[in-house]
């Protein structure tokens, strides 16, 4: 759901009634840079000034120079990031900030082929996936044709494969069916992988539920194809096996494996370090593009401030920490490790986090999310330049906001649009075309600096320097 938020502050000079008709009688909107504090407005005016759309390109282009360098991309856990990571960094450091990189586990998974269930002996059947099965996450691969063996399968034993006895008596080689319910799925696959087992069907437990569902086993580590069932599916094996034996065939292919990928965060060296504002961005594309948009253009919008804050010698009253994280586009892994590494004082002293995820769409909106107290500051500044801007709910924990969010610390950013379509209201305000993407390049290889438009850039850029002055210069 959207809505267009029009900020508008009017004071009332005069009310007449003519004819019945009341007439109101409006000054211009006040300019909101008039109601925030002289060294605010001062280092916004500089920051904005400083920050320009040709210094954020200049980035956009190093990290497109990288990824040509390393397949195409700039993925987390591959060359193209770390390359990246160890260009923010170096520009970092050469602005005098102080430059930590954390290093975190990401774990890696990926089904490379549909995988296919199907039963071989007496009455053949294929089952469909989503429907009948699903892959469980971090399941190994293979192909395997084996026999079914419950184990401790019946009805209500959804303990079943919880202890290593449950496979007393287990003939190696086997395809194991369990039942869910009372321990871990990976606990499961482990003992069945211990015991012999080729596979294990995990069936659900509960008669009501007629579909699939999709479990984890929480890391890499089981080498054996792990496929979760329906309870019709699997109640339907269960009987087959118990009437004389049933043969399975099953066929995975996955990738999982575990790398070490990196968040890297630099701050100001001065200002009051118990008010702290963190300004972020994720650093990573998807495997299929360069990532230019998403999110070159935010990160290279807040390297750009960071580096013209430290190039200048700029002293703002509260420190700045700026983020660039990994793993975004894997589920928020980088931003999410980093807030599960902050003690209770460092979240104490976070005062807001301002986010910025694809800003330089092509067929772009102003789009701003996140709490009141960040809104209004983005709001206001677009207002105060008769610039339109439309809040959004459907970024709601889809970036690397929701760690923060969830932690209470007052979050939102700027967005201008991923895959979803223009409606034909938001091309008569902000121009550009109705039933087009807002980005058509979204999570594609097309995704490069020809795919940034630079009056989006220039727009958000000045936002985003606004609103790191604000919170900078704030008591």
């Not at 039933?435 to 999570?443: A, E, K, N, S, T």
């Amino acid at each position: 759901m959207r809505r267009t938020t029009i900020v508008i502050l009017c004071l009332l000079a005069g009310l007449a009634v003519l004819g019945g008709v009341v007439v109101l009688a409006i000054t211009r909107p006040e300019d909101p840079s008039e109601r925030v504090s002289a060294a605010t407005r001062n280092l916004s005016s500089s920051l904005r000034e400083a920050v320009s759309p040709k210094g954020i390109m200049e980035h956009e282009r190093r990290l497109q120079d990288i990824a040509r360098q390393n397949g195409g991309n700039r993925a987390a856990g591959t060359p193209g990031y770390d390359a990246s990571a160890e260009y923010v960094a170096q520009t970092l450091r050469q602005a005098d900030y102080r430059v930590t990189v954390q290093k975190f586990e990401l774990p890696v998974f990926q089904e490379t082929e549909a995988t296919s269930l199907e039963r071989v002996s007496s009455d053949a059947r294929e089952y469909d996936q989503g429907a009948d099965f699903a892959l469980m996450e971090y399941s190994g691969d293979g192909e395997v044709t084996a026999k079914i063996i419950p184990v401790d399968a019946a009805e209500g034993s959804s303990d079943s494969g919880c202890e290593a006895g449950d496979f007393d008596g287990f003939r190696a080689g086997g395809v194991a069916l369990l039942q869910r319910g009372a321990c871990t799925f990976e606990q499961k696959a482990r003992n069945a992988e211990d015991a012999g087992a080729m596979a294990a069907l995990i069936f659900d437990d509960s008669p009501s539920k007629s579909e699939a569902f999709a479990g984890t086993l929480g890391e890499p580590g089981t080498s054996i194809p792990v496929l979760g069932t329906s309870y019709p599916v699997g109640n339907e094996l269960l009987r087959e096996a118990r009437g004389g034996g049933a043969r399975v065939r099953i066929s995975a292919r996955t990738i999982s494996v575990s790398h070490t990928t990196s968040n890297v965060i630099a701050e100001t060296p001065r200002g009051d370090a118990g008010n702290m504002v963190m300004v972020g961005a994720h650093l990573d594309s998807v495997p299929e593009g360069p990532g230019i948009n998403d999110n070159g253009s935010g990160s290279a919008t807040i390297l750009e401030i960071a580096e013209q804050i430290g190039e200048k010698d700029i002293e703002t009253r509260n420190h700045v920490r700026f983020a660039f994280w990994g793993a975004e586009e894997l589920g928020l892994v980088g931003s999410q490790h980093y807030m599960d590494s902050l003690s209770d004082s460092e979240l104490d002293r976070t005062s807001a986090y301002l986010n910025f995820d694809m800003v330089g769409s092509p067929n772009h909106v102003r789009f701003v999310y996140g709490s009141d107290e960040v809104t209004t500051v983005f709001e206001d500044y677009f207002a105060a330049r008769n610039l339109r801007s439309t809040e959004t709910l459907n970024l709601a924990g889809r970036s690397d906001h929701g760690p923060f969010e969830e932690a209470g610390v007052p979050s939102g950013g700027l967005f201008s649009g991923a895959g979803g379509t223009k409606s034909g209201d938001q091309a008569e305000t902000y121009g550009g075309e109705a039933g087009q993407p807002y980005d058509p390049c979204y999570h594609a290889a097309c995704d490069d600096t020809s795919n940034v438009d630079r009056e989006a850039v220039d727009e958000m850029s000045n936002a985003a320097a606004h609103a790191v002055a604000v919170f900078a210069e704030r008591e």
